[in-house]
């Protein structure tokens, strides 16, 4: 049964924490918003259909946003705690530390629960949809690949410029100027018309030109090369095929993951448990990483925070890669790196501590 203090912790945090998500997923809301809204402007995306694309992209990333929210949380809430001397007042009346890591277990639970929920079955059902909604942008039009008619296109750091002056709703294009500036010698292609195609498999996209001229040559001097050609194919940058296979491994369901042995399975389902178990991970954190006392500096345990923060978000990446590379054995799994963050938190922070003081007194002894 919870106690009064239990209770006015869950308040606490549960306020502090409902801000911080709602912060986060209207920032988030607002830049995937602007990405849907250039995918109408070129044509890629039907204005009727926006509002579920961007919810999809929500219900697909609000997992990732529930961990860094909880243990912000958790953060300013004991800080606040913290700086009223309140967390003294409950040391003075029974509620140490021990409480205190029980309550925000308890207050992590329900929440693991529900980023369990949205890491592992609403995660890859938005993903599906959204692969769904991504190949039927490759089928509408070409602008899906940034091409739109009267506009230069570039990629490669501006050594390629690609430009159309028509583009018509089954892919055909007129009037076609390409630049390739990548090789020693650059090279002009003119061309009367041509077609855009997208393998929805590979992701692979090319421009396929018809009747023009291709010039190799340096502008300004006089050693040119002139061709003429009736068929030319101009490969675009596409997806590579290890992110296309990532792609679709986000749409599988999570009861196809479990028990599989490919290592890029593997690495896929401990990416969706990542989320739930962090929170745990998380709540073990906040707590050593607060000054409980006003008196003490908590410089540099804030300091220690924001690296616990970001170290424990990046190398979850990390371990994810080398699992399906194979440089980590597969018994390890991708949720190492948790353990090993709690570890090195608490052997840096045990020194200072009241047991960590006892011990060294007692060696000096």
Not at 93 to 115: H, K, Q
Not at 185 to 211: A, C, F, H, N
Request: proline share 4%; hydrophobic share 50%.
């Amino acid at each position: 049964m919870l106690s009064v203090a239990d209770r006015y912790l869950f308040a606490e945090i549960a306020k502090v924490f409902s801000a911080i998500i709602l912060t986060l997923l209207l920032i988030m809301a607002s830049m995937l918003l602007l990405r849907t809204l250039e995918d109408v402007n070129l044509g890629a995306l039907g204005s009727e259909a926006v509002l579920r694309y961007l919810g999809l992209q929500v219900l697909r990333d609000t997992a990732r946003l529930l961990p860094p929210a909880f243990f912000i949380a958790a953060l300013v809430t004991l800080g606040r705690l913290a700086r009223d001397s309140e967390l003294i007042a409950f040391g003075a009346c029974g509620f140490g530390p021990l409480r205190l890591y029980r309550a925000f277990l308890l207050f992590a639970l329900p929440l693991s629960l529900i980023t369990g929920w949205f890491a592992l079955f609403g995660q890859p059902y938005a993903s599906l949809q959204i692969q769904l909604v991504e190949d039927a942008k490759g089928e509408r039009s070409a602008q899906v690949a940034g091409l739109r008619a009267g506009r230069f296109y570039q990629q490669d750091d501006g050594n390629i410029t690609f430009y159309a002056a028509r583009i018509d709703a089954s892919n055909r294009l007129e009037g076609i100027f390409l630049q390739d500036r990548r090789a020693e010698i650059p090279r002009l292609v003119i061309s009367r018309r041509g077609l855009y195609q997208r393998d929805p498999e590979t992701g692979e996209q090319r421009v396929i030109l018809e009747e023009g001229r291709r010039y190799d040559g340096i502008p300004g001097s006089a050693d040119y090369r002139l061709a003429e050609f009736d068929r030319y194919t101009y490969f675009l940058a596409n997806e590579t095929q290890t992110e296309v296979e990532r792609r679709r491994r986000a749409a599988r369901p999570t009861r196809e993951l479990i028990g599989s042995q490919s290592l890029l399975d593997r690495a896929e389902l401990g990416h969706r448990l990542a989320a739930p178990v962090a929170i745990y991970a998380l709540a073990l954190l906040a707590i050593p990483l607060t000054s409980l006392s006003p008196r003490q500096r908590g410089t540099a345990r804030l300091l220690l925070a924001f690296l616990t923060y970001f170290a424990f978000f990046n190398l979850q990446q990390l371990a994810e890669n080398w699992l399906e590379t194979g440089v980590t054995p597969a018994w390890m799994g991708v949720l190492w790196y948790q353990v090993a963050i709690l570890l090195l938190v608490y052997l840096s922070l045990a020194p200072g501590s009241f047991w960590g003081r006892r011990l060294f007194d007692r060696l000096r002894r």
